[in-house]
């Protein structure tokens, strides 16, 4: 017939001898180099590792689902699948390579007709489904199995998966379905449910690495070892990506190989002395060499938010420079060894505060430079706020400035005379021309206030109606008061603790531990009350009622009015507070010994006196020399006046004589007839009695005319009053009388 075979005379024309000797075009990089086995895969051992040991242990599952970035190898690990089950030494996890059935399916070969492979884009409704149920269930030609390997499965439509459905679930013995797709989640519920499905992932750059050189020494190509890591960036962790962009590079080289600057200008990456400038001009903070920097990218014809990120990738590395000393070296940056040095020089000039904030910055703007209309505009705006000083007063703005002081103290232009006197983290004020305290004046400025006891002394005239005390009273005024002793000490003590700071600790530093005696104690007792009160006031407040009785041989004798308190200071734990205080202020560490005052005995040994009254209630009487004794209660006798120097009245009970029993029930207004106290508002002050009252006054307190009388007074100095009973008898602590009105 004619056409079915060349004549015998006939034979190939010489345009046919042209045409096959023309050499065929070489194939692309990624499929040349597309594995053969999974041993091959690069980077996906999480896959290849489990599908391996179910085609060794045979655990084969009709239906599989690949899922993953592109080129990470998902379509490539269905035909290796699709060749281990229908290898004649197969199911294996290591196809032969030599049969029938290998060789139809390797990377090179013409493909088999047992594996059908289907792209979901264009075959994906639901007429393609049908049509490949009804081919599903014919038996393989020549292979073992009949598999379908679904590309793009993400593609296929509602119907078309819903009338796969029960082929899927329930699919003849020699049938097997692989899925591969970027988006598993569009694949609908019931088809995944009924697969096994393996995730790819994006290969790391290391593994990608050692796959480039190993091509590119099989290829026989020179190259830069700066070109590697601009490949695997435009690579973005994509095999196929990254073989397309190498194979690119070596189509536009010439005979010296692959070159960083063809690159770099090839893919649209910014320079890296670029960006080497841009950096340490943020560090110096030269805005003039960062703006002609930016007019050469934009004069360069590059992408303003090319650069902004690239400049944000050079931002990470000296962040995770600056962290990690040796990250190049375990792999955390995959930078040549050239450029290191210079780039810890960048991280050094920066500070890690001032690089998290620029980095910040560049990509706060790069979210705004997204549909802008001036990108040069919004790249110079970023660069002038790296530049400026951080203006917020947070904590990453502090260390910014901080950091940046830092570096200023400890630049050589800054290491003059002036500043080589004062550490780098002490800010100092500027000398005033006045003389400077010399350093023998240290000790006497820390030296201990005046004496507090005669404070208690000035205010004793005011608490006895205007008299000055006698001679027997000065023992009682010499006893702190519950309610008062803190607040004279604090006021006797203020003009000096004005100018000094809370804890003093220069007297530790200037007065040596063996001049410290008791008499000091007893002058800077109100100081270390003050410092006891900030560390704990339970102990302060059990201290306001003792003295220092002795400090000798190293123990430190504490006397306090009642027993209890010197028993509950104890053990309390108080003492350690104390301790801790005297270590401070005057470096000592004595051992504590705590002491109850003797009934009737005033802190310094003194009997207390008996108190004074204008007149006595009922059952008491005058005193001599005019002052009125204080009556008793319900027909008690009371505690008779006192004269200078003299005794009690005739109907006085001696001074020792214990008032408790006087004093169990409430105290009677000082208004109250049938209290018989007198009454203020009745004096005349015609008759040359004192003037009245402005206000009236709380009769516990006060010690004018018609008043109660003082229970110190009525127990010799055991200071029985209402406050007091309270304190020993239901265990609490009155820091302040308010009084009854």
């Known amino acids: 017939m004619t056409g079915d075979a060349p004549s015998p005379g006939q034979g190939p024309g010489p345009a046919d001898q042209s045409r096959h000797a023309a050499p065929a075009a070489p194939l692309a990089l990624y499929r040349r180099y597309r594995p053969a086995s999974f041993a091959e895969v690069k980077g996906q051992d999480h896959v290849t590792e489990p599908l391996r040991q179910a085609l060794r242990s045979g655990r084969i599952n009709h239906a599989y689902l690949f899922s993953g970035p592109r080129g990470c190898g998902k379509t490539s690990s269905a035909r290796i699948l699709a060749r281990s089950l229908n290898c004649e030494q197969g199911p294996t996890p290591d196809p032969c390579g030599v049969c029938d059935s290998c060789v139809a399916l390797a990377p090179t070969g013409p493909g088999s007709i047992d594996v059908i492979e289907i792209d979901a884009a264009s075959h994906g409704g639901v007429d393609d489904a049908r049509d490949l149920r009804e081919r599903a269930f014919y038996a393989p030609v020549s292979g073992r199995f009949k598999i379908y390997i679904i590309d793009e499965a993400h593609m296929v439509t509602r119907e078309g998966f819903n009338a796969l459905l029960k082929l899927v679930e329930e699919p003849p013995p020699h049938l097997k379905f692989v899925f591969a797709t970027t988006e598993p989640e569009k694949v609908i519920a019931t088809i995944r449910s009924r697969t096994h499905h393996y995730p790819f992932r994006l290969v790391p750059p290391a593994v990608l690495r050692e796959l480039l050189e190993q091509i590119l ?21 994509s095999v196929r990506d990254s073989l397309s962009v190498l194979d690119q590079l070596i189509a536009g080289s010439d005979e010296s190989g692959l070159s960083y600057a063809r690159a770099v200008a090839l893919l649209g990456y910014t320079d890296d002395r670029l960006l080497d400038e841009v950096a340490q001009a943020f560090a110096a903070r030269d805005g003039a060499a960062v703006f002609r920097a930016i007019d050469r990218v934009v004069e360069g014809g590059h992408d303003p938010r090319r650069f902004a990120a690239d400049l944000l990738d050079r931002l990470r590395d000296l962040i995770v420079l600056a962290a990690v000393p040796d990250a190049v070296s375990t792999g955390l940056l995959d930078v040549p060894a050239d450029r290191v040095d210079g780039m810890r020089a960048q991280a050094a000039g920066f500070g890690q505060a001032e690089l998290t904030r620029a980095a910040e910055i560049i990509s706060a703007g790069l979210i705004e430079m997204r549909g802008a209309t001036s990108p040069r505009l919004l790249l110079e705006l970023m660069c002038a706020q790296v530049l400026l000083p951080a203006p917020g007063g947070g904590d990453a703005d502090l260390l910014s400035r901080l950091e940046r002081l830092e570096r200023r103290l400890e630049s050589p232009a800054s290491s003059g005379p002036a500043t080589s006197q004062a550490p780098p983290s002490a800010v100092q004020p500027t000398p005033q021309p006045a003389s400077p ?105 059990l201290l306001t009622n003792a003295t220092v009785e002795s400090l000798a041989d190293g123990v430190l004798t504490v006397e306090f009015a009642r027993e209890g308190d010197a028993k509950g200071f104890v053990s309390s734990g108080c003492g350690d507070v104390l301790g801790g205080v005297l270590q401070k202020m005057f470096g000592i560490s004595p051992q504590l010994k705590t002491t109850a005052r003797t009934t009737g005995a005033a802190p310094g040994g003194a009997r207390a006196p008996a108190g004074s009254g204008r007149q006595g209630g009922p059952g008491g009487g005058p005193g001599p020399a005019g002052t009125s004794g204080s009556g008793g209660r319900d027909g008690t006798s009371g505690t008779g006046g006192t004269a200078p120097g003299g005794a009690g009245g005739p109907d006085a009970p001696a001074a020792g004589t214990d008032a408790r029993a006087a004093w169990n029930d409430p105290p009677p207004a000082w208004d109250d007839p049938a209290a018989g106290w007198d009454d203020p508002r009745d004096e005349d002050p015609d008759d040359g009695g004192p ?51």
């Open 437 to 541: 305290a010399p350093p023998a004046a240290a000790p006497p400025a820390a030296a201990p206030p005046a004496p507090a006891p005669p404070a208690p002394a000035r205010t004793a005239p005011a608490a006895s109606g205007g008299r000055e005390p006698g001679p027997g009273q000065a023992g009682a005024s010499a006893r702190p008061d519950p309610a008062g002793a803190a607040a004279a000490w604090s006021r006797d003590s203020a003009p000096v603790n004005a100018s000094r700071p809370p804890e003093p600790a220069a007297p530790a530093a200037s007065r040596p531990a063996g001049s410290v005696d008791a008499s000091l104690l007893r002058d800077r007792w109100p100081d270390v009350l003050e410092a006891v009160r900030g560390e704990r006031k339970v102990a302060w407040m």
């Open 217 to 237: 020494a099989s290829e026989a190509i020179a190259y830069e070892p700066a070109v590697l890591p601009v490949v695997i960036r435009a690579g973005a962790g």
């Open 691 to 741: 003037p009245p009252p402005a206000a009236p006054q709380n009769p516990r307190t006060a010690s004018g005319p018609g008043s109660r009388p003082d229970p110190a007074q009525a127990a010799g100095g055991r200071a029985l009053r209402g406050m007091d009973l309270i304190e020993r008898e239901l265990g609490g602590r009155v820091i302040e009388d308010v009084g009854d009105a």
